[in-house]
């Protein structure tokens, strides 16, 4: 399985866990709420929807969902597609880890999204690890801006320098984020757009820290690679 097909897995299974919907309606939450997949077609889409009917944690069924009122007459029912028991434990279980790859660009962009359904040990090891990524690639863009800066046009120094700018906006984004967790302030709202989720690990609810009233929050996968 390639990381990009793990990443809307992982996504595909974290929307239907909310609620049931069918190919449209996933493929429309996929592109407004999680912006990493903008870019993908029907083609990827229904591909994972079947290996993920195969291996048991969706079941299809025809019939309508509350954004998709009954067809009419002669119209077939679209296929709608409902999470199992063995699915949202499947998906507990990828929420619960932590390796190296949810701090990839990509990937923690799409674990963030569901953070509201996430407890908040597992939050902050990836907030935590994703920091310490993002600080490695700091390290090495000033190591070598330093080393070729002689070398470089105008132009070309200032895309180097802003790169480096969105990667130090998304290192004080990370810093607010850990501190919210740090000091277990009541958070309000959910990061994957909905209402908020109870933590089942502290009772508390999850989503986006506030700093006052309004923080000023960079979008994660902002940055430069």
Not at 77 to 103: C, M, N, W
Not at 105 to 110: I, K, N, T, V
Not at 191 to 218: C, E, I, N, V, Y
Request: proline fraction near 4%.
């Amino acid at each position: 399985m390639s990381r990009r097909s793990g990443i809307l897995e992982f996504a595909v299974l974290g929307l239907l866990r909310e609620s049931p919907m069918h190919g449209y309606e996933l493929r429309k939450r996929l592109n407004t709420s999680l912006g990493v997949f903008r870019a993908f077609s029907y083609g990827t889409l229904y591909p994972c929807l079947k290996t993920l009917v195969a291996n048991g944690w969706l079941i299809e069924e025809p019939g309508s969902t509350h954004e998709d009122p009954a067809p009419l007459a002669g119209r077939r029912a679209k296929i709608v597609y409902r999470l199992t028991a063995d699915g949202k434990e499947h998906f507990e279980q990828l929420l619960s880890q932590t390796g190296p790859d949810a701090y990839e660009d990509e990937h923690f962009a799409a674990r963030f999204a569901f953070f509201g359904q996430t407890s908040r040990d597992v939050r902050m090891r990836v907030l935590e690890g994703r920091r310490s990524r993002l600080e490695e690639r700091l390290e090495k863009m000033r190591a070598s801006l330093a080393r070729t800066r002689e070398r470089l046009d105008d132009y070309t120094l200032e895309l180097q320098r802003h790169g480096m700018e969105s990667v130090e906006r998304e290192v004080r984004w990370l810093n607010e984020l850990i501190e919210s967790e740090r000091a277990g302030r009541d958070l309000k709202g959910s990061a994957s757009g909905g209402s908020a989720q109870q933590d089942t690990t502290t009772g508390s609810t999850g989503g986006l820290p506030r700093r006052g009233d309004t923080p000023r929050t960079d979008p994660p996968g902002d940055t430069a690679t």
